[in-house]
């Protein structure tokens, strides 16, 4: 796999660094992997090959990248575009499908397949979760990006799930939130709400129905902490169904790493995916400060699920 990159240009911050840029630029490598990269020779500046780290690029230098052909684990592919116009786009994706490439993921990736149907790059906004479904915004320009980012910081997301449990009509948590020491659980990235936390969050929650053991409800994030309402739900007694970092046992995470999802797996989650949707975004357009407000319909193992419980 080649990537080709002329992007220095995007950025007033030149001179700079080769392995500094590559990190910050392509997140999906640390520096020190990226350092693996260079050294290995698989990194060309302007058609030579590059071994120094340390090497300062300037703007409108041309970076290749061949980088080591891997297998990725296939994804759901879905993906529907719910707005666009000259400086950004909303899409709605699966719950089955990273946004950014990182670990095991590059091609398969919402970032990647855009870029690949637009023929241009692409600026996500902000961030959603691999199995979290519905909407995520794109700018088209870095400067639109920068823009979109404080005006979604400033709007109204909405988010439906599926937890386990009857939950009351209206409730919140407002518990700080920070990474799990190692010695808390045996998932590397797990994050925990407690009086330890290092991150103020807060997330307002509203049941819309219960059915069964489990109810459907919508969360509104104020703040927006990494994996904030999954740990605030799980932190409120309601985690949600299919979680498996933040579903009550997270060694079903570490068995699906290990084994993939197995049918005595599925069995314990009751859904293959986490069962969260980014439902709705509102926010004042980074252009001409128009109010608008993007919809994803629910999605449809949203639908099955509720089906097969509430009648069951």
């Known amino acids: 796999m080649t990537v080709k990159i002329n992007e220095c240009?995007?950025?007033?911050?030149?001179?700079?660094?080769?392995?500094?840029?590559l990190s910050e630029r392509f997140s999906y490598l640390s520096r020190s992997s990226w350092q693996k990269e260079?050294?290995?020779?698989?990194?060309?500046?302007?058609s030579t090959p590059?071994?120094?780290?340390?090497?300062?690029?300037?703007?409108?230098?041309?970076?290749?990248?061949?980088?080591?052909?891997?297998?990725?684990?296939?994804?759901?592919?879905?993906h529907k575009i719910l707005y666009e116009d000259s400086f950004f786009i909303a899409v709605q994706k699966s719950g089955d499908m990273p946004v950014h490439p990182a670990g095991k993921y590059f091609q398969n990736t919402l970032l990647y397949i855009l870029e690949k149907e637009y023929s241009a790059k692409l600026?996500?906004?902000?961030?959603?979760?691999?199995?979290?479904?519905?909407?995520?915004?794109?700018a088209k320009n870095p400067q639109t990006a920068a823009k979109l980012q404080?005006?979604?910081?400033?709007?109204?997301?909405?988010?439906?799930?599926?937890?386990?449990?009857?939950?009351?009509?209206?409730?919140?948590?407002?518990?700080?939130?920070?990474?799990?020491?190692?010695?808390?659980?045996?998932?590397?990235?797990k994050r925990f709400a407690g009086k330890d936390g290092t991150e103020k969050a807060h997330t307002s929650f509203r049941t819309v129905f219960s059915f069964g053991d489990f109810s459907f409800i919508k969360a509104f994030p104020?703040?927006?902490?990494?994996?904030?309402?999954r740990v605030h739900l799980e932190n409120s007694g309601f985690p949600i169904v299919g979680d498996k970092i933040y579903g009550g046992d997270d060694s079903l995470f570490v068995r699906f790493i290990n084994e993939g999802m197995t049918p005595e797996l599925e069995e314990k989650l009751l859904m293959k995916r986490c069962a969260l949707h980014a439902a709705s975004i509102e926010i004042k357009h980074p252009d001409n400060g128009i109010n608008i407000k993007i919809n994803s319909p629910m999605p449809e193992d949203f639908i099955t699920f509720i089906k097969r419980h509430r009648n069951g």
């Open 150 to 189: 404080d005006e979604i910081s400033k709007g109204q997301k909405t988010y439906t799930a599926i937890v386990r449990g009857k939950t009351p009509s209206e409730f919140e948590n407002s518990t700080s939130i920070g990474d799990s020491p190692e010695n808390m659980s045996t998932v590397r990235k």
């Open 222 to 229: 104020e703040t927006g902490r990494l994996h904030q309402i």
């Open 50 to 78: 590059c071994f120094l780290s340390s090497l300062l690029l300037k703007k409108g230098d041309l970076i290749k990248f061949t980088a080591e052909e891997k297998e990725e684990p296939p994804v759901d592919f879905s």
């Open 38 to 46: 260079i050294k290995s020779g698989r990194i060309l500046i302007n």
């Open 9 to 21: 240009s995007y950025d007033d911050n030149f001179p700079v660094r080769l392995d500094s840029y």
């Open 123 to 138: 600026f996500p906004a902000h961030r959603i979760d691999r199995e979290t479904s519905g909407i995520i915004l794109f």
